[in-house]
């Protein structure tokens, strides 16, 4: 139950902040889908607006009801498709361009370690289910308040993690140039 619960959470913080992002930054993220060149620039506002709505309605769900089989399959299948149009771009030798993301999840370049990462949220997805399946007790408010807490201050790291080392990376360049 804890794990499920950590996973959810996070999951749930996760895709909240990314489609908060793209709505945010709603022309930066149908320039950045269009620079992919998989989908007709005519039609990216439309898939944005689907992928932002779907992320919206993982999040709610995980947060409300928790893992749900609609929530899972919505999920596995965007990250998927996210996970796909990176493979295609780097086989394509397209990698200077932001991976389109948001939130703690941006990336300014296309790279491997963007498609193991999102394997690894598939992952998440995928025990977090399981180990909602397994019956265990019930854990009370204090607990799933601090579990929250804890996912908030896990992405919170990994976003400061993630802005020490771009800064680590531009700071070498320079060095070298």
């Not at 998989?38 to 309605?57: A, D």
Request: some cysteine; overall charge positive; charged content about 10%.
């Amino acid at each position: 139950m804890i794990v499920s619960f950590f996973l959810r959470m996070t999951l749930a913080i996760l895709f909240l902040t990314t489609a908060w992002s793209k709505w945010r930054g709603w022309d930066r993220h149908t320039q950045l889908m269009t620079a992919y060149r998989i989908i007709p620039s005519g039609w990216v506002p439309w898939f944005l607006g689907g992928f932002l709505i779907s992320e919206c309605y993982i999040a709610l769900t995980l947060l409300l009801f928790g893992f749900q089989p609609i929530t899972i399959g919505l999920g596995l299948g965007l990250l998927f498709l996210y996970t796909g149009a990176v493979v295609i771009n780097l086989v394509r030798g397209n990698q200077d361009i932001s991976c389109g993301c948001g939130s703690v999840l941006e990336s300014d370049r296309l790279s491997w370690g963007l498609v193991v990462r999102n394997l690894f949220l598939m992952a998440m997805v995928v025990l977090g289910w399981m180990s909602s399946l397994a019956s265990s007790p019930e854990m009370g408010w204090i607990h799933q308040t601090l579990l929250t807490l804890v996912a908030v201050g896990v992405i919170l790291i990994a976003g400061n993690l993630k802005g020490f080392w771009e800064i680590k990376r531009k700071i070498e360049k320079l060095a070298t140039d």
